[in-house]
């Protein structure tokens, strides 16, 4: 899987747009982009993931460059339980054998009242 | 819906110790996963499993075992803990590979 970088922390304010950026210029074609964030002692959860299109959930908004060697989560109103460790997780979605994800350190996103 | 449920949260072993840590899903996912998170640390994956009856190693299997006697249920076990297994564990499911993973609460576990 492709190795994904990120900023180790961030702030934000409260109310405003809250965009997480992560490089990752490695990426094959067939891998997909992943967010999952993880509040403090709590499990990760899943936010959203794309192959080359951007994506809207209820969550959020993935905005992935023509050339997907970048791509940026968007929380439209950012409030203060959505302070968490952002993680951008690169790999194939083989459909077949599962190899888990690779998390690495992530994005420590504050959000500041 | 309880999604992913993980017993115990807290355990404190002793060296030497063994005991399984249970996980269990009411999705009906094919997919589950045992990782590890170390203070600091990302999660890394310990074992997975692709369906009832199988099992597969992942980055950090070793000291570790894992059954999946049943689809809803995946189990690990630490047959002899050592404190360098002190960590949180956490447990996940998915239906498949292309979609998101749904994770437990985390079991902590202190072996002194």
């Known amino acids: 899987d492709a190795k994904t970088t990120q900023p180790p922390s961030m702030d934000c304010a409260e109310g405003r747009a809250a965009n997480l950026p992560c490089n990752h210029s490695?990426?094959?074609?067939?891998?997909?982009v992943y967010w999952y964030r993880q509040i403090h002692s709590q499990g990760p959860q899943y936010i959203i993931h794309?192959?080359?299109n951007n994506e809207t959930n209820e969550m959020a908004s993935l905005i992935i460059t023509e050339d997907r060697k970048s791509s940026t989560l968007i929380l439209p109103h950012a409030t203060l339980r959505d302070t968490a460790v952002y993680y951008c997780?690169?790999?194939?979605?083989?459909?077949?054998?599962?190899?888990?994800?690779?998390f690495g350190k992530g994005t420590h996103l504050i959000i500041q009242p | 819906n309880a999604g992913v449920t993980q017993t115990p949260k807290f355990r404190v072993l002793k060296t030497g110790q063994s005991m399984t840590l249970l996980c269990a899903q009411d999705?009906?996912?094919?997919?589950m996963y045992w990782y590890r998170q170390d203070p600091g640390m990302g999660l890394r994956l310990i074992h997975y499993?692709?369906?009832?009856?199988?099992?597969a190693k992942g980055e950090v299997p070793d000291g570790y075992n894992v059954s999946r006697l049943k689809k809803q249920n995946f189990l690990l076990g630490l047959e002899s803990a050592a404190p360098s297994q002190t960590s949180v564990y956490f447990c996940a499911s998915s239906r498949g590979t292309q979609v998101g993973a749904f994770f437990g609460q985390g079991t902590r576990l202190t072996v002194v």
């Open positions: 999705m009906n996912h094919e997919y």
């Open positions: 794309g192959l080359k």
């Open positions: 490695t990426i094959s074609g067939n891998e997909y």
């Open positions: 997780i690169v790999r194939v979605a083989t459909g077949g054998g599962a190899d888990g994800l690779t």
């Open positions: 499993s692709v369906g009832e009856g199988t099992t």
